[in-house]
């Protein structure tokens, strides 16, 4: 049973939160986040840190700005997830603005993998583009940038993976964790990457004179040269979708973006994509939060890339008809609900061969399953790693006798530089990996999987210690019962919490006052405190709990029949008997 731990708040850092003005329980909350100050707190656009100081972005601008003067033809080459949807939407959206003739192409993860290799190039040639520019994805790609070098097309890379120990030879690259980039903010997803390039370019147009004085209302493409200026804010619910759904650490830089994204959500100007996606969901873009764009949005998006071609999900992002969106958006709702059905088969399937498993007795879970669909591999992994707090990849068989892997990591294990340990140890296991300290992808023979298990166990032993193997539940402690109303719910509900900066959790000790099953896998409970009641949910489980329990939950605002009440959401319980 997980050990429930709670978070250390720092008394200086709470105090000076208190006497800012900070109610106590959201002081206590970003106390424990490292906040002392409120003005780690100011998601404004004038805290957004400047373009200057991400390495090469003024170079691409200038690149790009003479690509358009000279009317050239560019080819956005887009990754597969939602990061790599978001961020061609954005691309393709800003430089159309600018007066670029410009379209994108997607690798089909089934036929050509990840990235620009040597195949897509071949494939992309048959647009005739002048210039490639990759969005989240082209750090790693040296053959497929060679090849592109050699049939006369200049390749731009954006990306904000780590990269290898040799970069591609492209005319320029934008990439915050390239060797020499002093950008504070290392945590910029690929669609953030490229927004950033967007304002670089912006600059540089107003340097030469390109806009015209007064600015335009929207991002409606028209030609460069007397133009109003676009307004490129129209692009951060784009921004904030992908920053949240590639799960990148929440620092001030990029709470920014997804506070100012979700804004423009709230105030009903998202695009017709992202609000066709919330309406599939049944959920109001009113209250939409972080938690929407990561769990509900989010996942619909990556189901085209999981299960069929992510040109759709992208479609769905570039239209501006209300009902092309809503007819796309409810395709990728029933994509979802059958990643949904597959996921849980694998799940089960695994749950079965793991059985006997003794996490005491190992360090880390490699899996692999012939049954298994190579486009829900990385969820599973997810999955298994919070159930087993223990680094998992798993793998799917490919084409020509390869397997494909994805793993997700826990705290102490950064699964890029596992991975490329395990490669240089054994240099013919891996044949291409990539990716961040917790989720990465790599592909290898099949025959060769034993020995990588072997091999990935083996720098998982080294690295991660007893402390890091045992599973805790951080929590931000008891709530007083004058916190635990409606209004404290709202304004945790208001914040940007996610990766790095996480959801407030709460535990305390209850008594069970009634409970029921809902929706046939649901526990419906009435709670109390100190002779007052609560509701709460227990999602997916239909058990009654004992009479007395300590929970771990958070407050959630439910809606029903348009009143709002207070409501418990319970993520992990035990007897308190």
């Known amino acids: 049973m997980p050990e429930i731990t709670p978070r250390d708040i720092p008394e200086p850092s709470l105090q000076?939160?208190?006497?800012?003005?900070?109610?106590?329980?959201?002081?206590?909350?970003?106390?424990?986040?490292?906040?002392?100050?409120?003005?780690?707190?100011?998601?404004?656009?004038?805290?957004l840190l400047p373009f200057d100081q991400l390495k090469n972005a003024r170079e691409m601008a200038r690149l790009l700005a003479d690509a358009l003067a000279a009317r050239k033809r560019l080819l956005v080459v887009a990754d597969y997830d939602?990061?790599?949807?978001?961020?061609?939407?954005?691309?393709?959206?800003?430089?159309?603005?600018?007066?670029?003739?410009?379209d994108f192409i997607v690798p089909n993860r089934f036929e050509y993998g990840?990235?620009?290799?040597?195949?897509?190039?071949?494939?992309?040639?048959?647009?005739?583009?002048?210039?490639?520019?990759?969005?989240?994805?082209?750090?790693?790609?040296?053959?497929?940038?060679?090849?592109?070098?050699?049939?006369?097309?200049?390749?731009?890379?954006?990306?904000?993976?780590?990269?290898?120990?040799?970069?591609?030879?492209?005319?320029?690259?934008?990439?915050?964790n390239q060797p020499g980039c002093g950008f504070p903010s290392k945590h910029l997803a690929g669609v953030g990457v490229m927004f950033y390039v967007l304002l670089a370019l912006r600059a540089e147009l107003r340097e030469r004179g390109e806009f015209a004085q007064h600015p335009t209302l929207s991002l409606s493409p028209s030609?460069?040269?007397?133009?109003?200026?676009?307004?490129?804010?129209?692009?951060?619910?784009?921004?904030?979708?992908?920053?949240?759904?590639?799960?990148?650490?929440?620092?001030?830089?990029?709470?920014?973006?997804?506070?100012?994204?979700?804004?423009?959500?709230?105030?009903?100007?998202?695009?017709?994509?992202?609000?066709?996606?919330?309406?599939?969901?049944?959920?109001?873009?009113a209250r939409a939060s972080s938690r929407d764009l990561g769990f509900t949005v989010g996942p619909r998006l990556n189901a085209a890339g999981r299960l069929e071609d992510m040109s759709l999900g992208i479609a769905c992002l570039l239209t501006d008809d209300a009902a092309t969106a809503r007819q796309i958006?409810?395709?990728?709702?029933?994509?979802?609900?059958?990643?949904?059905?597959?996921?849980?088969?694998?799940?089960?399937?695994?749950?079965?061969?793991?059985?006997?498993f003794d996490p005491a007795g190992n360090s880390s879970l490699a899996l692999f399953d012939e049954s298994w669909h190579q486009g829900v591999i990385g969820?599973?992994?997810?999955?298994?790693?919070?159930?087993?707090?223990?680094?998992?990849?798993?793998?799917?068989?490919?084409?020509?006798?390869?397997?494909?892997?994805?793993?997700?990591?826990?705290?102490?294990?950064?699964?890029?530089?596992a991975l490329d340990l395990v490669s240089k140890r054994q240099p013919a296991l891996i044949r291409k990996f990539g990716g961040h300290a917790a989720a990465a992808g790599l592909s290898i023979a099949?025959?060769?999987?034993?020995?990588?298990?072997?091999?990935?166990?083996?720098?998982?032993?080294?690295?991660?210690?007893?402390e890091s193997l045992a599973r805790r539940i951080e929590t931000d402690g008891t709530l007083e019962r004058a916190e635990?109303?409606?209004?404290?719910?709202?304004?945790l509900d208001e914040q940007v919490w996610g990766q790095g900066f996480p959801a407030p959790q709460f535990d305390d000790v209850f008594s069970v006052q009634n409970q029921r099953v809902v929706g046939e896998k649901h526990l419906k409970l009435r709670l109390e405190k100190q002779r007052v009641p609560f509701d709460a949910i227990l999602f997916n489980q239909a058990e009654n709990l004992p009479p007395r329990v300590r929970v771990v939950y958070s407050l959630d605002v439910n809606e029903y029949n348009g009143t709002q009440t207070l409501q418990l959401i319970i993520h992990n319980w035990r007897s308190a008997e």
């Open 223 to 285: 030609p460069v040269n007397g133009r109003g200026e676009p307004k490129l804010a129209e692009l951060l619910d784009l921004v904030a979708l992908g920053t949240v759904a590639d799960v990148v650490k929440l620092d001030q830089n990029n709470r920014i973006l997804v506070q100012q994204g979700l804004l423009r959500i709230r105030a009903g100007r998202a695009c017709a994509g992202i609000a066709a996606l919330l309406e599939a969901a049944k959920k109001s873009p």
């Open 16 to 47: 000076q939160l208190l006497d800012a003005g900070y109610p106590p329980a959201l002081a206590r909350v970003f106390a424990a986040r490292g906040i002392s100050d409120g003005m780690q707190l100011d998601t404004s656009l004038a805290r």
């Open 329 to 356: 958006a409810a395709r990728l709702d029933a994509l979802n609900r059958e990643r949904r059905s597959i996921e849980t088969e694998m799940q089960d399937s695994a749950l079965v061969t793991l059985a006997d």
């Open 446 to 466: 099949e025959p060769d999987f034993a020995a990588f298990a072997q091999a990935f166990e083996q720098v998982a032993r080294e690295w991660l210690d007893a």
């Open 114 to 176: 990840y990235g620009l290799t040597p195949e897509i190039v071949r494939l992309a040639a048959a647009s005739q583009p002048d210039v490639l520019l990759t969005v989240d994805n082209g750090i790693a790609s040296v053959e497929g940038v060679a090849e592109a070098n050699r049939m006369g097309m200049q390749v731009l890379v954006t990306d904000h993976h780590l990269p290898g120990d040799t970069l591609p030879d492209a005319a320029c690259i934008v990439n915050p």
């Open 484 to 491: 635990m109303d409606l209004a404290t719910a709202r304004l």
């Open 379 to 417: 969820i599973l992994a997810s999955r298994l790693k919070d159930k087993f707090h223990r680094p998992v990849i798993a793998f799917a068989r490919a084409n020509d006798g390869e397997l494909k892997g994805s793993g997700r990591s826990i705290a102490g294990l950064h699964l890029r530089d």
């Open 82 to 102: 939602a990061d790599g949807a978001t961020a061609c939407a954005v691309a393709v959206r800003g430089l159309r603005a600018f007066g670029a003739q410009v």
